[in-house]
Nanobody, 127 residues
Framework: QLQLVESGGGLVQPGGSLRLSCAGSGFTSDFYAISWFRQAPGKEREGISCVNDRGGAPNYADSVKGRFTISRDSAKNTVYLQMNSLKPEDTAVYYC????????????????????WGQGTQVTVSS
């Protein structure tokens, strides 16, 4: 059973940076897509970035494109989300999620296709 644990959230000022980590365990030889989502109170969960575990090109939501970068460290089974130029509207609980695939294909940002989820980490952007 795949398990995911997020870390790295906190309180930052507008314009600041944070790096979130998603550590996975229980991987098999199957292929996976890994994605980052966020959800603010009273709002729908929003997919913000994803990448496949075979080095495919990452995908980003328009709201974070150019500011956030997703990366992988396969030796540590960890996916990162580097967040720069943070804005107050980035405030949310951030989740990582994994989708088991039969073959590496371009990843998507729709939450319903992801089977495994972490517990979330709070990011607050405020002065």
């Amino acid at each position: 059973q795949l398990q995911l644990v997020e870390s790295g959230g906190g309180l930052v000022q507008p314009g600041g940076s944070l790096r979130l980590s998603c550590a996975g365990s229980g991987f098999t030889s199957d292929f996976y897509a890994i994605s980052w989502f966020r959800q603010a109170p009273g709002k729908e969960r929003e997919g913000i970035s994803c990448v496949n575990d075979r080095g495919g090109a990452p995908n980003y939501a328009d709201s974070v494109k150019g500011r956030f970068t997703i990366s992988r460290d396969s030796a540590k089974n960890t996916v990162y989300l580097q967040m720069n130029s943070l804005k107050p509207e980035d405030t949310a609980v951030y989740y990582c999620a994994a989708q088991k695939l039969k073959w590496p294909v371009p990843c998507g940002l729709g939450p319903l296709v992801y089977q495994y989820w972490g517990q979330g980490t709070q990011v607050t952007v405020s002065s």
